[in-house]
């Protein structure tokens, strides 16, 4: 596609209940991150893709975070038993080849946790 | 841990002045890269510097990465109210994949 796209827009999921967030990154982008950005911060790194290998997962907060990238193309955010302090903006990015060159991100999935 | 810092937080500037944004990193970075983040937006990469005292323009917008490789700047001639939004400094982890971000800088612009 033209640009990346992540769906659902905005997600609001009651406290324990289990969401996942997608990414669908321009097309014949090799990398693919996934970003966290609370409000008035920047994007904090949760973890990174090179086709549908996972080669950092460093920033996944916790091991109730999960994602995958099954086919090297769209990736899957999966958070497990949300908590309050999960409320955030979720981006997600694309790069052609390498890991640090600039980014496109797409316009993020903002979760809501109450 | 390696840091990326931003100053100032916040800047209110009245349109038709200039504005600059600072960028310190606690280690030398191989690139910095710039974003702008419109108001309810999502970041927008801007440029990228490589070498060390590199300066590259885009129209009123100048960036400068330092000789030392470890702070940069973006300089803003002439504001408008087009330029509001954040502005996100972002360099590099040392042997990772990930690009940390600085906390970034609010412009305000009053026309």
């Known amino acids: 596609g033209a640009g990346v796209s992540q769906s659902p827009r905005y997600k609001v999921a009651k406290r324990g209940q289990d969401v996942a967030l997608r990414c669908d990154p321009i097309s014949g982008h090799v990398s693919l991150f996934w970003y966290q950005q609370a409000l008035g911060q920047g994007p904090e790194f949760l973890t990174y893709f090179q086709n549908e290998a996972q080669l950092d997962k460093s920033g996944l907060p916790s091991d109730r975070f999960f994602a995958e990238r099954p086919e090297g193309s769209v990736s899957t955010l999966k958070i497990q038993r949300t908590q309050q302090e999960d409320s955030a903006v979720y981006l997600c990015?694309?790069?052609?080849?390498?890991?640090?060159?600039?980014?496109?991100f797409g316009s993020g999935t903002r979760l809501t946790v109450v | 841990g390696q840091q990326v810092m931003q100053i100032p937080q916040y800047q209110h500037v009245q349109e038709g002045e200039d504005f600059t944004t600072y960028c310190n990193s606690s280690t030398t970075l191989s690139n910095i890269q710039w974003y702008k983040q419109r108001p309810g937006g999502h970041p927008v990469f801007l440029i990228q510097l490589v070498k060390s005292g590199e300066v590259k323009k885009q129209k009123r917008l100048t960036f400068q990465f330092g000789e030392a490789k470890k702070n940069s700047s973006l300089h803003i001639t002439a504001t408008q109210t087009t330029d509001v939004g954040t502005y996100f400094c972002?360099?590099?982890?040392?042997?990772?994949?990930?690009?940390?971000f600085g906390a970034g800088t609010r412009l305000f612009v009053k026309a």
């Open positions: 990015a694309s790069s052609l080849e390498r890991a640090n060159y600039g980014y496109t």
């Open positions: 972002a360099g590099p982890r040392t042997g990772g994949f990930k690009t940390i």
